[in-house]
Protein backbone atom coordinates (compact mmCIF):
# COMPACT_ATOMS: atom_id res chain seq x y z
CA UNK A 1 0.00 0.00 0.00
CA UNK A 2 1.48 3.44 -0.61
CA UNK A 3 3.23 5.28 1.48
CA UNK A 4 1.84 9.31 2.85
CA UNK A 5 3.77 12.04 4.12
CA UNK A 6 1.98 14.39 6.43
CA UNK A 7 3.43 17.54 7.40
CA UNK A 8 1.23 19.70 9.21
CA UNK A 9 2.11 21.62 12.70
CA UNK A 10 -1.45 21.48 14.03
CA UNK A 11 -1.76 18.49 15.78
CA UNK A 12 -5.80 18.11 15.42
CA UNK A 13 -5.95 18.60 11.85
CA UNK A 14 -2.43 16.14 11.75
CA UNK A 15 -4.40 13.16 13.20
CA UNK A 16 -7.83 13.48 11.62
CA UNK A 17 -5.49 13.64 8.26
CA UNK A 18 -3.68 10.57 9.77
CA UNK A 19 -6.49 9.09 10.70
CA UNK A 20 -8.27 9.02 7.95
CA UNK A 21 -5.93 7.95 5.54
CA UNK A 22 -4.53 5.01 7.82
CA UNK A 23 -8.12 3.65 7.74
CA UNK A 24 -8.22 3.62 3.94
CA UNK A 25 -5.29 1.48 4.49
CA UNK A 26 -2.75 3.85 3.59
CA UNK A 27 0.78 3.41 5.53
CA UNK A 28 1.21 7.15 7.24
CA UNK A 29 3.76 9.09 8.78
CA UNK A 30 3.09 12.52 10.19
CA UNK A 31 5.81 15.51 11.20
CA UNK A 32 5.19 18.51 12.95
CA UNK A 33 8.01 20.37 11.33
CA UNK A 34 9.68 20.48 8.26
CA UNK A 35 13.51 19.40 9.65
CA UNK A 36 11.88 15.76 10.57
CA UNK A 37 10.04 15.72 7.14
CA UNK A 38 13.22 15.94 5.43
CA UNK A 39 15.02 13.38 7.56
CA UNK A 40 12.62 10.81 7.03
CA UNK A 41 12.70 12.04 3.17
CA UNK A 42 16.18 11.12 3.25
CA UNK A 43 15.49 7.42 4.49
CA UNK A 44 12.30 7.12 2.25
CA UNK A 45 10.43 8.63 -0.79
CA UNK A 46 6.55 8.15 -0.22
CA UNK A 47 4.08 7.57 -2.68
CA UNK A 48 2.31 10.96 -2.12
CA UNK A 49 3.14 13.84 0.32
CA UNK A 50 0.31 16.22 2.15
CA UNK A 51 1.95 19.55 2.77
CA UNK A 52 0.75 22.42 5.23
CA UNK A 53 1.71 25.71 3.66
CA UNK A 54 1.92 27.60 6.65
CA UNK A 55 4.93 25.55 8.85
CA UNK A 56 6.88 27.11 11.99
CA UNK A 57 10.55 26.28 10.39
CA UNK A 58 9.61 26.53 6.79
CA UNK A 59 7.15 27.94 4.30
CA UNK A 60 5.45 25.30 2.71
CA UNK A 61 6.10 26.64 -0.60
CA UNK A 62 9.55 26.53 -0.74
CA UNK A 63 9.43 22.75 0.62
CA UNK A 64 7.43 22.06 -2.66
CA UNK A 65 10.06 24.18 -4.66
CA UNK A 66 13.01 22.16 -3.28
CA UNK A 67 11.24 19.00 -3.69
CA UNK A 68 10.82 19.33 -7.48
CA UNK A 69 14.55 20.05 -7.79
CA UNK A 70 15.78 16.86 -6.34
CA UNK A 71 15.55 13.92 -8.63
CA UNK A 72 13.86 11.34 -6.29
CA UNK A 73 10.95 13.86 -5.48
CA UNK A 74 10.49 15.33 -8.79
CA UNK A 75 7.10 13.67 -9.41
CA UNK A 76 5.93 12.45 -6.17
CA UNK A 77 2.60 14.14 -6.24
CA UNK A 78 1.76 16.54 -3.60
CA UNK A 79 -1.52 17.79 -1.83
CA UNK A 80 -1.02 21.63 -0.64
CA UNK A 81 -3.19 21.87 2.31
CA UNK A 82 -4.34 25.40 3.86
CA UNK A 83 -6.12 27.82 5.46
CA UNK A 84 -5.70 30.33 2.65
CA UNK A 85 -8.60 30.20 0.30
CA UNK A 86 -8.21 33.08 -2.48
CA UNK A 87 -7.68 31.81 -6.32
CA UNK A 88 -4.48 33.66 -5.98
CA UNK A 89 -2.64 31.39 -3.30
CA UNK A 90 -3.95 28.26 -5.03
CA UNK A 91 -2.75 29.52 -8.38
CA UNK A 92 0.11 29.79 -6.68
CA UNK A 93 1.00 26.78 -5.25
CA UNK A 94 0.02 25.05 -8.35
CA UNK A 95 2.45 27.01 -10.34
CA UNK A 96 6.01 26.22 -8.21
CA UNK A 97 4.79 22.46 -8.45
CA UNK A 98 2.40 21.44 -6.19
CA UNK A 99 -0.19 18.86 -7.76
CA UNK A 100 -3.79 19.81 -6.13
CA UNK A 101 -4.88 22.72 -3.47
CA UNK A 102 -6.97 22.13 -0.46
CA UNK A 103 -8.60 24.55 1.87
CA UNK A 104 -9.42 24.31 5.64
CA UNK A 105 -11.59 23.18 6.49
CA UNK A 106 -12.23 20.20 4.53
CA UNK A 107 -14.15 16.97 4.67
CA UNK A 108 -12.47 13.61 5.34
CA UNK A 109 -14.43 12.56 1.82
CA UNK A 110 -13.17 15.29 0.31
CA UNK A 111 -8.94 14.34 1.97
CA UNK A 112 -9.72 10.76 0.13
CA UNK A 113 -11.41 11.37 -2.93
CA UNK A 114 -7.87 13.94 -3.54
CA UNK A 115 -5.40 11.22 -2.56
CA UNK A 116 -7.15 8.53 -4.40
CA UNK A 117 -7.38 10.79 -7.40
CA UNK A 118 -3.31 11.81 -7.56
CA UNK A 119 -2.25 8.35 -6.59
CA UNK A 120 -3.91 7.11 -9.39
CA UNK A 121 -3.17 9.65 -11.73
CA UNK A 122 0.57 9.19 -10.52
CA UNK A 123 0.33 5.19 -11.42
CA UNK A 124 -0.83 6.37 -14.82
CA UNK A 125 2.09 8.17 -15.68
CA UNK A 126 4.50 5.43 -15.38
CA UNK A 127 2.09 2.70 -16.60
CA UNK A 128 3.55 1.37 -20.12
CA UNK A 129 0.23 0.15 -21.56
CA UNK A 130 -3.06 3.08 -21.51
CA UNK A 131 -6.55 1.75 -22.10
CA UNK A 132 -9.48 3.40 -22.52
CA UNK A 133 -12.35 1.62 -24.16
CA UNK A 134 -11.33 0.17 -27.93
CA UNK A 135 -8.03 3.01 -27.40
CA UNK A 136 -4.71 0.98 -26.69
CA UNK A 137 -1.37 2.92 -26.40
CA UNK A 138 1.62 1.38 -26.41
CA UNK A 139 3.84 3.94 -24.26
CA UNK A 140 6.94 1.22 -24.94
CA UNK A 141 6.51 1.30 -28.98
CA UNK A 142 4.84 4.29 -28.71
CA UNK A 143 1.95 3.16 -31.06
CA UNK A 144 -1.71 3.15 -30.86
CA UNK A 145 -4.28 1.22 -31.57
CA UNK A 146 -8.26 1.20 -31.67
CA UNK A 147 -10.21 -1.50 -32.24
CA UNK A 148 -7.01 -3.56 -32.65
CA UNK A 149 -6.18 -1.70 -36.23
CA UNK A 150 -3.06 0.62 -35.71
CA UNK A 151 -3.29 4.64 -36.03
CA UNK A 152 -0.77 6.11 -37.40
CA UNK A 153 -0.40 9.62 -35.63
CA UNK A 154 2.56 12.45 -35.60
CA UNK A 155 4.12 13.21 -32.50
CA UNK A 156 2.13 15.96 -31.43
CA UNK A 157 -0.88 13.90 -31.92
CA UNK A 158 0.39 10.82 -29.91
CA UNK A 159 1.34 12.91 -26.91
CA UNK A 160 -1.69 14.69 -26.68
CA UNK A 161 -3.87 11.93 -26.70
CA UNK A 162 -1.48 10.19 -24.21
CA UNK A 163 -2.26 13.13 -21.89
CA UNK A 164 -5.58 13.25 -22.16
CA UNK A 165 -5.72 9.53 -21.21
CA UNK A 166 -3.30 9.62 -18.18
CA UNK A 167 -6.16 12.15 -17.20
CA UNK A 168 -8.80 10.89 -17.85
CA UNK A 169 -11.89 12.01 -16.80
CA UNK A 170 -10.27 15.35 -15.90
CA UNK A 171 -11.04 18.37 -17.85
CA UNK A 172 -7.37 19.76 -19.15
CA UNK A 173 -6.98 23.40 -19.48
CA UNK A 174 -5.84 24.90 -23.11
CA UNK A 175 -2.57 26.38 -21.38
CA UNK A 176 -2.13 23.33 -19.87
CA UNK A 177 -2.24 21.38 -22.83
CA UNK A 178 -0.04 23.41 -24.47
CA UNK A 179 2.55 23.46 -21.83
CA UNK A 180 2.38 19.83 -22.00
CA UNK A 181 2.73 19.02 -25.30
CA UNK A 182 4.43 22.32 -26.80
CA UNK A 183 6.78 23.64 -24.04
CA UNK A 184 6.71 26.88 -22.02
CA UNK A 185 8.45 28.52 -24.99
CA UNK A 186 5.64 27.54 -27.78
CA UNK A 187 4.47 30.72 -29.26
CA UNK A 188 2.14 29.04 -31.88
CA UNK A 189 -1.42 30.61 -33.17
CA UNK A 190 -4.14 29.42 -31.17
CA UNK A 191 -5.68 27.38 -33.31
CA UNK A 192 -2.86 25.16 -33.24
CA UNK A 193 -3.89 23.15 -30.56
CA UNK A 194 -7.80 22.83 -31.84
CA UNK A 195 -6.41 21.56 -35.08
CA UNK A 196 -4.36 18.97 -33.37
CA UNK A 197 -7.41 17.57 -31.24
CA UNK A 198 -9.75 17.99 -34.79
CA UNK A 199 -7.11 15.79 -36.88
CA UNK A 200 -6.85 13.34 -33.85
CA UNK A 201 -10.18 12.84 -33.61
CA UNK A 202 -10.58 12.39 -37.51
CA UNK A 203 -7.67 9.41 -36.82
CA UNK A 204 -9.18 7.67 -34.03
CA UNK A 205 -12.56 7.39 -35.92
CA UNK A 206 -15.64 6.87 -34.06
CA UNK A 207 -13.41 6.58 -30.74
CA UNK A 208 -12.46 10.42 -31.67
CA UNK A 209 -15.78 11.02 -29.88
CA UNK A 210 -13.85 10.05 -26.13
CA UNK A 211 -12.55 13.94 -26.84
CA UNK A 212 -14.81 16.30 -25.10
CA UNK A 213 -14.16 20.11 -26.16
CA UNK A 214 -15.28 22.07 -22.73
CA UNK A 215 -16.32 25.55 -23.53
CA UNK A 216 -13.60 28.28 -22.56
CA UNK A 217 -11.39 25.72 -20.84
CA UNK A 218 -10.39 23.15 -22.70
CA UNK A 219 -10.62 19.28 -23.22
CA UNK A 220 -10.93 15.88 -21.51
CA UNK A 221 -11.46 12.34 -22.65
CA UNK A 222 -14.04 9.86 -21.35
Known sequence: MAAIYIVEDDQNIREIETYALKNSGYVVYDFDNAKDFYKKLDEKVPQLILLDIMLPDEDGLSIVKKLRMRIETKNVPILLVSAKTSELDKVKGLDIGADDYMTKPFGVMELISRVKALLRRSANENEKFLVLKDIFLDDEKHCVYVSDELVELTY????????????????????????????????????????????????????????KTVRNVGYMIE
Open 156 to 211: KEYELLKLLMINSGIVLARDVLMEKVWGTDFEGESRTLDMHIKTLRQKLKEAGTYI
